[in-house]
């Protein structure tokens, strides 16, 4: 059997963007029942997060205007249903005309709501608008990464933190709810998401601490085919198995000396140049050196290690991340990504309303009036 901790439980999600496909497909993967609330105007389209297979997959979908204020009287149904909504609205706005938490809190207690916001629901820029590199700029962790500004990463980090947080705050209120029947009010803002990165990093909030340093001991070399191999041998441990294993004993007493670090890193790039990164890492990987392959696009779908695990998944003909999190019990249970791939928009209306009590010839009525 596959082990689904969250089997049983329901998910509203009424999430656009990736904050919200981050959180719930990994809620998905732990065996909750997500569904997505659409609008009726894509209906038949894919139930895409922002065109992404691996944000999207393993996901129910409906469709409501909840523009119309009479999606209210639905949604207070179908949240009689649910243990868990998502969302990610401006603070002090509604998921829908007329329905919000207030709302739903006051006919279930026991949900569980969570909001991912850029900055949060209170404080003075709650209301600011942004994407991951506004919350990286604005935490500080975007100057501590980065060295030297500007950079641009091209890749979002605050938001797949964010998300997990929110997974974590869920887990935990479900908990909570567990011991006292009550729902919980989940705040998740990206920006703090960010920001609690620096917590290894007390001196980051006195100017004491600016980044961790480029050094020999820490950075990328070429390789002679023009791939990079990543060094990170940082303790005297792993410093000392690199310099022998390269023939450079008298490299040795070098680490973290900053007078020696120049030297240091022309012999080690004139070292690496010298053969290709597959020659390296055969030679290193296994010597507990802390280096490894820098790899980008197919390199990634190729790694043996992630290959051997079943760290990349295919879903609808795509490769995609699997979930992160694996469970097992000694009875040999073990949790699993749920494959199944992004369904059409409004897919599952009929069957979710009936679920909640509604009437065929109601949710006829309803999708001839434009409501779903």
Known sequence: MTIRPLEG??????TRLPPGGYCTVLL???GAEVIRVESPGQAGKPSMVIGQVGLSRAKRSITLNTRDSRSAAVLARLAATADIVVENGTP???VAAGFGYDQAAAARP???WCAITGYGR???YAQWSGHDLSFLAQSGLLAALGGELPWHPAAMLAVPTGALMAVTAIQSALLQRYRSGIGSFVDVSLAEAALWQLSGFDGTFSGEFTGIPVTPD???YACADGRYIAVAAAEPRTWGLLCEALGQPALVPYLHKTEHAEEATRVLAACFAGRPLAEWMARLGDLGAAVAPVNQGREIA?????????ALVEVAGRQVPGCPIRLS???GEASATDLTPPTTVGADTDAVLQGAGFAAGEIAAMRESGLV
């Open 9 to 14: 439980l329901r998910v509203l999600d009424f």
């Open 28 to 30: 998905a993967d732990l």
């Open 92 to 94: 002090g706005t509604s």
């Open 110 to 112: 026991e949900l569980i």
């Open 122 to 124: 209170s404080g003075p």
């Open 218 to 220: 820490r950075r990328l």
């Open 302 to 310: 190729r790694d043996p290690h992630f290959a051997a695990r079943g």
């Open 329 to 331: 019990n000694p009875s």
